[in-house]
Every structure is written in C-alpha cells, then in structure tokens.
C-alpha cells in the first residue's frame, strides 16, 4: 500500500510539515477581519496544522512517502473579539501515480456554507470519535476520515469504508450542534457534510467508489507501462458515473468526482484515438452536457 516550510503573510498564513498519516497544508485566510492580533491566527493556523498532522488517524503505518498529500483553507469572515469565528473550508488532496512524478487529484471540495467554530489561543484542541466535543475539531477530523478514505479506496476496492464510516458517525454525533452543515436540509441544495457521507456510504452512489479504484490503480497506475490498456481501464471505469448518473441524476458525489476530476479526464483523452475519444465523450456529454471542458476531448489530438 502506498500510502516545507514556514510561510507567514501579514493576512494569509501556511504551515506545512510531515507527520503520521496526513502531510496536511493548512492556510488560514483573515482578510476579511481587520484590526485583530496576528498571533492568534498564526496560533491558530499551527494547532490546526498539528492536530491534522500530528494525529494518529488509522492502524497502519505509514512511511515518509507513503503520507497522504492534502490541503484544508479556512476562510475566515466574522470574529466577536473573543473565541467564536465565522468561515468557511475548503479540502484538496491528491496521490501519486505509479512510476510517474505526478500526483493524480482525489479531492476537491469547498463548503458553499459558513460555520462557526470557537478558539482559544493556549486550549488544547479536543477531539473524541464518540462524541462531539467542538465543531471545529469535528470538522477537521471529519474532512481527515473523507480523505483517508478515498485515498485508501483509490489503492484498494472499497478500502475506505471504515474511514467514511468514522466521518459517518462523527456527522452523528454532531447533530446537536448549531452547524446546520451536519443536517439533513440544513443547507440549500441538499450540499453539505450530511449529504456529502450520505452519498458516498449509500448503495446507490456504490459504483463510485469503484471507480475510484479501477480509474486511479487499474488505469493511472497502469499507464506508465502500458498507455492504452491503462486508458481503457478509465475508459471502462467512466462507465461507473454513466450508471450512477442512470439511476441518481442529482448525486452529490458524482458532481463532486466530476469537478474534482474533469480537467484530468479531458487531458487523458485529447491525445487518444478517435473511437476511444468518443466512447468517453459521450458518457461526459450524457452526465454532465453544460461542462464546455468536454467538448475539449474531440476537439483537440488526434482526427
């Protein structure tokens, strides 16, 4: 199984070490509050970091390389002067491909709502699975589990299910919080947390998580050795969306594999032959018709 640097802006702060599972970035963005102390946010931005980073996540042991590569930002919009903030988050990770210096992205997701969250500066930053002790925490942790998951999914066939099914439960346990991103209809558009484990755990979205697997270790990892019976393995995984899309036009997941990975897809499949083009194309067109990026695959490579 597979698996920098201190930089300090007077409003953008990144911290970036290599620790246990997760080699996590974290930025902190407080443009948006004026006349606060810049010590908090730095102190802030490192429990955060070493919370992510520092944590022993799974049972397994990982290597130096074998660290999963992500990335979370909050956004900071509102602060009372005291402990309780206002953002939102955004969370990318990636993996790297076999034989190759590239990194293949496996995640790509910003929350469209604001939470609040409470902070002190000294207080150790509490996290338990069982129960919800901050949201702030159980967010953090949540988003660690999602990535885990499909990181472990994209290496082995449904390897992540107790990883999603630890984001699951702590979605459970913070029902009783005020975050409305936690709740069924808390949010416009059924887009949040809730929905978000929802649709990967549920058996409808199921052929997701197999195309995690047959698209990034039968297909990316393949291609260094053998180019086209990798890409015909992403062309046959493409038909997993096809069937998701069949039965659940409106999947949460789905939409967000679609913009997680579009721009890689279409990269794949500009250069490849014109029956192969058109196989992926018009599986793209069918689930996602108003992406002008598809149009891209028979516009570009070979005639």
Known sequence: MKHFLLTAAFFIISFQIFAQELNCRITIDRRQIQGSNEELFRAMQKDIFEFMNNRVWTNNVFSNNERIECQIQITLSKFNGIDKFTGTIS????RPVFNTNY??????????????????????LEFNENTHLSNLTSVLAFYAYIIIGLDYD?????SGTIYFDKAKQIMNNAQSDPDNNWKAFGTRNQNNRFYLIQSITSSEDAPLRKFYYRYHRLGLDAMSDNLEAGRNQITNACQFL???YNRKANSYFL???????????????????VQEKKKVYNILKEIDPTNSKVDKIMKTGQN
């Not at 790509?108 to 000294?122: M, Q």
């Not at 994209?154 to 449904?158: A, D, E, I, T, V």
């Not at 913009?259 to 032959?273: L, N």
Request: without cysteine.
């Open 255 to 273: 939409k967000i594999i679609l913009t997680t990975k579009m721009d890689e897809i279409v990269k794949i499949f500009s250069e490849a032959p």
């Open 154 to 158: 994209s290496f082995g066939l449904n």
């Open 242 to 244: 096809k069937q998701v």
């Open 91 to 94: 969370v990318q990770s990636s």
């Open 103 to 124: 990194k293949s992205t496996l995640f790509n997701y910003k929350e469209n709502n604001s939470f609040d969250f409470y902070y002190t500066e000294g207080q150790a």
